[in-house]
């Protein structure tokens, strides 16, 4: 089967699942949240195999989301760093967190993410800065900007008619 590639999609969400949506990428930059940086970190850490963690680790420096930066010159050895553009994924993976921790988690949670100097849990939200309002289901929808193509267009087309999930069972109830 030949693998769909979604680089030059008009969606931002198809985009970004093209550089960073396979599983071991993520667990990568998890890890590189954590403070992992060697080749040997993430290889303890993952239980990858050297050829998969040698073809992730290129994919994310080619992308711009890590970098490499030599730590040894003899023999040469090189860390890997996140740069600006993968920094900016942080929000991602604390929601993939949040996410897991409250659908995903039957009795108890793992990991907690907490406040750097009060040490307290914290519960991420998504929020418009402008406004400060909690963004959900029920006050967002999509519309289709300058760039988007036939396809997007269709697609989006009087989505703000989509009824909300608001009275949806919830799933993790539900099984």
Known sequence: M???????????I??????VGEWWSILILRDAFH?????DEFQQSLQLSPTMLTRRLKHL???GILYKHPYQSRPLRHEYLLTPRGK?????LITLLHWGNTQLACDDIAVVPVHRQTGLPVAPA????????????DNLMLVAGPKAGEGMKRRLKNRQDTPS???????RNSK
Do not use: Y
């Open 61 to 63: 420096v080619q992308h």
């Open 126 to 137: 998504l929020m418009d800065l402008a406004s400060q309002e909690k963004l959900t289901l």
């Open 88 to 92: 900016a994924f942080f929000p991602v």
């Open 14 to 19: 198809a985009r970004s699942l093209e550089l």
């Open 2 to 12: 030949q693998r769909t590639h979604f680089d030059n999609s008009d969606c931002p």
């Open 35 to 39: 403070g992992l940086t060697k080749f």
């Open 165 to 171: 999930l608001a009275g949806a069972p919830n799933a």
